[in-house]
C-alpha cells in the first residue's frame, strides 16, 4: 500500500484560510510547560523541533488498547509551517475518539480548532479500497516563533498485542514520552532499534513509562537508506497470562509466522474453475520451468491489482476461487491464486511477508507490524539449477527456493524486483516462520551498453548514432515510464534522461524496443546532435570523450558522512564511443588509462586513437548496495577518480591545412 497526500495540497490551502479566522484561548497546561522551556541553539537548516512527544497506551482484557497522543512543536524556519497540519487515521478497528489542536504565534495570539473543524478524506488512489480514513487538522499561525499543539486518543481493537513507540523524527526531539498500562498479570517484551535499550520506570505491576531527551533529528543526505529505517524506535508486545490470546501475543518470528499460516491456511483452496485454468495454462509446457513460468505470467498479467482491505482483509488474503472469478486482488491476493495454481500441477509454494524499503525489518524485533507487501516462495526440484536463477535462495528446511512477485508485471519468472532484493523478509511455512536475507542479483543482471559513432566537425558539433541496451534493472523503470507514457510524450521521456549528463543537444528519430514482455532487453536508438560539444582556444580543439552518461557520485563530498550511502542494486555499465575526428586536425594530448577500485566497485577506462577515429570506452561496476561510514574514505577517492576521468579533455590542435572555423588574433 502506497499513501499519497499530494491531492491536498489545493484544498489545504483554502481550509487553512477558514481555521485562521477566529482566535480562541484555552491552550492546555502542558502545551504552555512545554513551550517555556530554554532551547538550545540549532543548525540553521532545523526548520522544527518537536518540544513534547509523549503516547499513554491503556491495554484492556480483551486485547483492546486507548491511546492518546500529544504532540508539541515550534516552529523555526518557514520550511516548518507543514507541521501544523495534521493527519490522524482511523478505520473500523482504529477509532477515533477525541481530536483538538492549538497554536500560539510569536506575537502571543492563542488558537483553538476543535474535531469538527476538520477535514476528512481518503488518502488512496482509485486501485486501492480500505477503510483508513484521515482526519486533517489545520492549525493557525504555523510561521516561524509559534508553538503548535494537538492532543488526540484512538481505540483499538488490534489483531496483534503489540504497538510502536517512533520517537526519532527527522527534526530533533526535546522530550520524548510512552506510558503504558496493563491488565493484571499481563507482562510485556521490549525490543529497541537505533538506540540504547532504557529502563522504563515501573509505577506499578502493570504500568511503566520511559522518557527519552534531547533525541537528534535524522539529517538528510543524498543516498542514505530510508529515514524511517535509521530512526529510534520501541517495540512492546503485550503479553496476557492466558492462552485464549496468546495466539495474539507475537513474541518471535515463529510466533508470527504461525500466525500468519493461520490466516492465509485454507485460502488456497481450489476449484473445478481453477484446476481447468490451471491444465490449460500448463498444457504445452515440456519441464518445471515452463509449467511454473506460465501460471506466473497469467497471474502477473491477467489478475488485476486491486486492494480491498477492510479489518482483517488489511492482512489475511481472499479466498481463491472469489480471486479467480473476479480476476483482481491485492499482492497476497496474487500469491494466493498462484499457489491454487501451482498446487492443481503438484508444486508447493509458500508466503513471503515483505517490507519494500530495504532495512525496514529487523532480524531481532519479531513484528507482523512491518511488512507492507507479501510475495511467494517456490521450492525448486532437483533437475533445476539453482544458480542460474537470481531470486533463488537457499532454506535449511525447504531447501531451494525461487522467491517471485507475482505483482510487479515487470520482473519476469527467475528474478526479484530491485526494492526486494538484499532484504530480510519473513518465510512462512506452514507451522511457523523465519527471517531470511533475499539474495542481491550479480551486476551483469542489471546491465546498460551505450554505443556510439559519432563524428566531431570543426566548429565543434558533434553529430551521430547512440545504440543503448538494457536490461533488468536497468531497464524496468525507464519501461515503466516509456509504457505509461502516451507515444508523442516518449521522446521528452528520453531526452530527459539524456539531459542529465549532456546540454545543448537535440535527438533525432528515437526507435524503442523490447517494451511489452517482462526480462526482455530494452534496445534504444536515436540520432544526437550537439552544438558546441567540443570548446575552442586558438588552434585547440578540447573533446570531452565521455559523451553520455555520468557514474561519479558526489553524495560524499559535502560534509562528513553520518549514514551509509545506499543504493538501489547492482549493476554493470558499460560506454564504447567512435567519435571521427575533423579534417586538418591532429592530436595534440591524450588523457591516460584510468583504473579505479574501492570496496564494492571498479572502474576503468582507456581512450585511443586510431587514424582519424578518437575510440572511448569504459566499464563501471556496482557489486554491492549498502556501503558503511567507515568506507566514506575510500569510496570518495573512487569517485573523486571516476569524476577526473569524465572530465578529462583529449586536445586536437588545428594544422597549416586546416581552415579557420572562426576570428583569430
Not at 419 to 426: G, I
Amino acid at each position: 500500500m502506497r499513501r499519497s497526500a499530494r491531492f491536498l495540497t489545493a484544498f489545504l490551502a483554502a481550509a487553512a484560510a477558514l481555521a485562521a479566522g477566529r482566535a480562541r484561548a484555552g491552550i492546555p497546561d502542558w502545551m504552555k510547560a512545554a513551550g517555556s522551556q530554554q532551547l538550545p541553539a540549532y543548525p540553521d537548516e532545523t526548520v522544527a523541533v518537536m518540544l513534547l512527544d509523549e503516547q499513554v497506551t491503556s491495554v484492556k482484557d480483551n486485547g483492546e488498547t486507548d491511546t492518546v497522543y500529544r504532540r508539541v512543536y515550534k516552529i523555526l524556519r518557514t520550511e516548518g509551517r507543514d507541521y501544523g497540519k495534521v493527519f490522524v487515521y482511523f478505520d473500523s478497528e482504529t477509532r477515533l475518539t477525541y481530536l483538538k489542536g492549538w497554536s500560539l504565534s510569536a506575537s502571543g495570539q492563542e488558537y483553538e480548532v476543535k474535531e469538527k473543524e476538520t477535514v476528512e478524506i481518503t488518502p488512496f488512489s482509485d486501485e486501492l479500497f480500505r477503510d483508513t480514513h484521515l482526519k486533517v487538522l489545520l492549525l493557525p499561525a504555523a510561521e516561524p516563533g509559534s508553538l503548535i499543539g494537538f492532543e488526540y486518543q484512538q481505540r483499538r481493537r488490534p489483531l496483534i498485542l503489540q504497538d510502536f513507540w517512533p520517537f526519532q523524527l527527522p527534526i530533533p526531539v526535546r522530550h520524548a514520552r510512552f506510558t503504558i498500562n496493563l491488565p493484571k498479570g499481563w507482562g510485556i517484551q521490549v525490543y529497541w532499534r537505533n538506540h540504547p535499550p532504557a529502563e522504563g520506570r515501573p509505577s506499578g505491576p502493570e504500568h511503566w513509562a520511559w522518557d527519552l531527551e534531547n533525541i537528534p533529528g535524522i539529517e538528510e543526505e543524498r543516498g542514505m537508506p530510508a529515514w524511517s529505517v535509521l530512526a529510534g524506535r520501541m517495540t512492546i508486545s503485550f503479553l496476557p497470562p492466558g492462552s485464549d490470546q496468546r495466539e495474539r501475543a507475537l513474541n518471535s518470528w515463529d510466533d508470527v509466522g504461525r500466525w500468519y499460516a493461520s490466516l492465509a491456511g485454507d485460502r488456497r483452496k481450489t476449484t473445478p474453475e481453477i484446476h481447468q485454468k490451471a491444465m490449460e495454462l500448463t498444457a504445452r509446457s515440456s519441464t518445471w520451468l515452463e509449467k511454473v513460468g506460465a501460471i506466473a505470467s497469467y497471474v502477473q498479467t491477467s489478475i488485476r491489482y486491486v486492494a480491498i482491505e477492510i479489518g482483517i482483509g488489511g492482512y489475511q488474503p481472499h479466498p481463491a476461487g472469489n480471486i479467480y472469478a473476479d480476476k483482481y486482488g491485492d499482492c497476497k491476493d496474487k500469491v494466493t491464486l498462484l499457489g491454487a495454481l501451482l498446487a492443481e500441477n503438484g508444486v508447493k509454494s509458500y508466503y513471503v511477508l515483505v517490507n519494500t524499503t530495504r532495512g525496514a525489518v529487523a532480524r531481532d524485533i519479531p513484528s507482523a507490524l512491518g511488512f507492507d507487501h507479501v510475495i511467494a516462495a517456490i521450492p525448486l526440484p532437483p533437475e533445476v539449477d539453482p544458480a542460474r536463477l537470481p531470486a533463488a535462495i537457499y532454506d535449511a528446511r525447504l531447501g531451494n527456493l525461487l522467491l517471485f512477485d507475482p505483482t510487479d508485471s515487470r520482473t519476469p519468472l527467475g528474478s526479484l524486483p530491485p526494492y526486494e532484493q538484499a532484504s530480510q523478509v519473513l518465510l512462512v511455512y506452514d507451522d511457523g516462520g523465519a527471517v531470511i536475507t533475499t539474495p542481491l542479483a550479480p551486476p551483469t543482471d542489471n546491465r546498460l551498453l551505450r554505443q556510439g559513432t559519432l563524428k566531431l566537425t570543426a566548429d565543434g558539433t558533434l553529430s551521430g548514432e547512440v545504440r543503448e541496451l538494457r536490461r533488468g534493472a536497468e531497464a524496468i523503470h525507464l519501461k515503466r515510464m516509456l509504457t505509461n507514457a502516451k507515444g508523442a510524450d516518449r521522446p521528452k521521456i528520453l531526452e530527459d534522461y539524456l539531459g542529465g549528463s549532456l546540454a545543448g543537444f537535440s535527438m533525432q528519430n528515437p526507435r524503442v524496443e523490447g517494451l511489452d514482455t517482462p526480462g526482455d532487453t530494452l534496445t534504444l536508438e536515436y540520432g544526437l546532435s550537439v552544438e558546441g560539444f567540443a570548446q575552442q582556444a586558438g588552434d585547440l580543439l578540447l573533446v570531452r570523450a565521455r559523451v553520455i552518461g555520468v557514474k561519479s557520485e558526489d553524495a560524499l563530498e559535502r560534509k562528513e558522512r553520518k549514514y551509509p550511502l545506499e543504493f538501489e542494486y547492482a549493476s554493470t555499465q558499460g560506454d564504447f564511443y567512435e567519435i571521427e575526428l575533423p579534417a586538418g586536425y591532429a592530436l595534440e594530448e591524450l588523457p591516460g588509462t584510468q583504473d579505479a577500485r574501492a570496496p564494492g566497485f571498479s572502474y576503468h577506462s582507456d581512450l585511443a586513437l586510431s587514424g582519424n577515429v578518437l575510440t572511448y570506452r569504459r566499464v563501471y561496476e556496482r557489486k554491492e548496495v549498502d556501503f558503511p561510514v567507515s568506507q566514506s574514505d575510500e569510496l570518495k577517492k573512487f569517485f573523486r577518480q571516476v569524476s577526473s576521468d569524465e572530465r578529462s579533455l583529449a586536445v586536437l590542435k588545428r594544422t597549416a591545412l586546416a581552415a579557420p572555423t572562426g576570428p583569430t588574433r
